[in-house]
């Protein structure tokens, strides 16, 4: 299955992050990750995907 994380950014500096192909617990743990990245959320939908049975998803992420 095809893994894609959707960020936008709104004019005002909003940012919103939609993840598909990542299951449950895994999808919470990007959101995590992401968190860490950019900063606390404000607010959280799940979508059905997120109660799904989870995936093995594999994070490389690089900071410099």
Same mark, same amino acid.
């Given at each position: &299955? ?5 960020? /936008?950014? &709104? ?8 993840? =598909? ?6 999808? &919470?743990?990007?959101? =995590? ?9 404000? /607010?959280?939908?799940?979508? /059905? =995907?997120?109660? =799904? ?10 900071? /410099?």
């Amino acid at each position: &299955a095809k893994t894609e994380l959707d960020i /936008s950014i &709104a004019p005002d500096g909003t940012l919103t992050l939609h993840i =598909e192909g990542i299951k449950g617990k895994a999808c &919470a743990d990007t959101v =995590e990750l992401f968190k860490k990245l950019v900063g606390p959320n404000t /607010s959280k939908n799940w979508t /059905s =995907e997120y109660y =799904e049975p989870d995936t093995h998803a594999a994070r490389d992420i690089r900071r /410099s």
